[in-house]
Structures are given as structure tokens and as C-alpha cells.
């Protein structure tokens, strides 16, 4: 559960700046790289919470 909130947060303020950040190839490789980022932050977001 904590993975899948986490991930709906990242993909939801994504989503408010798609337009502005260009062509559909640019907004493809900052998707790959904000969700690389998520992905490995994660880890140390669920130890500081505890989970």
C-alpha cells in the first residue's frame, strides 16, 4: 500500500507539469528518470517512517 501511494504521488505531480515539458520524447525520458528516482528512493522513505 505504501508503494503504490507513493508512487500515485510522484505520478500525479508529474502529470501536472506534462505539457510544459516539451516534446513527447522529453516527457518520456523525465518520466524514466523521476520514476528511476522514486524507485530508489523508496527504500529510505518506508525505514524513516517505519515500515
Request: charged residues 10%; aromatic residues 4%; positive net charge.
Given at each position: 500500500m505504501t508503494a503504490?501511494?507513493?508512487y500515485?504521488?510522484?505520478c500525479?505531480?508529474?502529470s501536472l507539469a506534462g505539457?510544459?515539458?516539451?516534446?513527447p520524447l522529453t516527457r518520456l525520458g523525465i518520466g524514466a528518470l523521476v520514476?528511476?528516482?522514486a524507485a530508489a528512493l523508496l527504500p529510505?522513505?518506508?525505514a524513516?517512517?517505519?515500515l
Open positions: 503504490l501511494a507513493f500515485a504521488a510522484v500525479g505531480l508529474l505539457p510544459r515539458l516539451g516534446a520514476g528511476i528516482a529510505a522513505i518506508r524513516q517512517i517505519g
